[in-house]
């Protein structure tokens, strides 16, 4: 190991042994366990990151004998394999993860430590999941359907060409860096905009989609354009290249394939520029930053973000009974065949700021939660006997609107 990784391990092991050492304190007096869980994160200033940490310090930890360990920024394999020494040395038992950074070794790491490691809410390749489906401290991975990432960008661009949105700018994020969740739905959007408004593609839309640059495009009579612009908000050429965008003309909808909430001040200086209301969309979460946007009215009394579709803080929920299944010794309740397991959740969408309004109460609601305490007991063995694998499945996929009114109406 070398002098920086050790260095990073010390850190993380001071920040590790502050966070929790007095809440423990204080849980600890009635003589009950308190079972201690790494949650590895790439960032906690981001607000994903935030709706999953927020539901499990402010609501697991008030329904189980648990207390969370949570990382700092993780953006390298040896960085997450770090976080898990330090945590073996204030006797955490598992880690749920929202990086995966090299799986094969890291899971490697956590069997050497005898800690168990599941993916929290990332959807894993073919590939990696066989390289790894064997080990048993490898829980397996709760994720996005991979095959509605297409679908998700369909389905956002139907909704601006039905409001008849004709000028768009569209933010595709790290599509040029090969993320390619962001890819797939700008994919989507470019040829459902071929197909309803004849956008004229003048490359395949999979090329388009990770363009490194601002490419123009529009419809052959000229009725629909469309500008792509790339690059993160945040620490690279996103706003600048949004800003060259908005420098070529009026804007009817910006559809972002991620965020949108932190350069709405920027959608707002080129509404007042051009005087007239922009579209929003975003392929995010349901955080409070689009919480408090949605509420908010821009100068034309419009919500600032019209259509968010995405991830919601309770969908991390299954991860953690999956979880708390293997450290009390039941493994065998997560999964049938004792390989790890790959399960999928799909998005929340919200088109009004009613709507969002209402969705975002059942993510952070104490008593009308979409996965409960109560739900999530049904499936941990200490709690109920008679859970089965096929019953974790069963509520780790039922994660609809739907299904989550009909757990709470029950």
């Known amino acids: ?195 309803k408004c004849g956008l004229v593609l003048e490359e395949e839309a999979d090329v388009l989609a990770v363009t490194t640059e601002n490419v123009t495009l529009s419809s052959e009579d000229g009725s629909v354009s469309v500008i792509l612009c790339p690059g993160a908000t945040e620490g690279g050429d996103g706003l600048a290249n949004l800003q060259e965008a908005f420098a070529k003309g009026n804007c009817d909808a910006l559809m972002s394939a991620f965020h949108a909430s932190t350069y709405l001040d920027k959608i707002a200086e080129k509404e007042a520029e051009q005087g007239s209301n922009i579209m929003v969309g975003a392929i995010d979460s349901f955080t409070e930053a689009n919480f408090e946007a949605i509420k908010a009215k821009d100068a034309f009394g419009n919500a600032s973000i019209d259509y968010v579709q995405g991830k919601y803080g309770s969908m991390a929920g299954p991860a953690f009974a999956m979880m708390y299944n293997a450290i009390t010794g039941h493994p065998e309740a997560n999964s049938e065949d004792g390989n790890a397991v790959r399960l999928y959740q799909e998005f929340w969408k919200a088109t009004s700021r009613e709507e969002y309004i209402e969705l975002y109460g059942y993510t952070t609601g104490i008593y009308e939660n979409a996965y409960s305490c109560e739900d999530l007991m049904q499936v941990i063995k200490v709690f109920n006997d008679d859970t089965t694998p096929e019953k974790l499945k069963e509520l780790t996929e039922a994660c609809t609107v739907e299904d989550v009114k009909a757990r709470i109406m029950g």
């Open 1 to 195: 190991m070398n002098k920086k990784r050790n260095m990073w391990i010390g850190l993380v092991f001071l920040m590790v042994l502050f966070a929790g050492l007095t809440v423990q304190a204080e849980e600890n007096q009635d003589g009950s366990e308190n079972y201690k869980i790494g949650v590895a994160v790439y960032s906690q200033d981001s607000q994903e990151m935030m709706m999953f940490m927020n539901y499990y310090r402010d609501y697991i930890e008030a329904g189980f004998p648990v207390q969370f360990y949570f990382s700092n920024a993780i953006e390298t394999a040896e960085q997450e394999q770090a976080f898990i020494e330090a945590l073996k040395e204030v006797g955490a038992k598992g880690v749920i993860s929202f990086c995966g950074y090299e799986l094969a070794d890291t899971v490697k790491l956590c069997e050497e430590n005898e800690m168990y490691y599941i993916l929290g809410s990332t959807a894993i390749s073919d590939e990696v999941y066989e390289a790894v489906k064997g080990n048993p401290w490898f829980l397996g991975s709760i994720g996005p359907n991979p095959d509605s990432l297409y679908e998700v960008g369909c389905d956002m661009a139907e909704f601006f060409i039905e409001k008849d949105a004709r000028s768009f700018v569209i933010m595709t994020g790290a599509a040029s860096s090969g993320y390619v969740a962001h890819a797939t739905r700008v994919k989507g959007m470019l040829e459902t905009l071929e197909e």
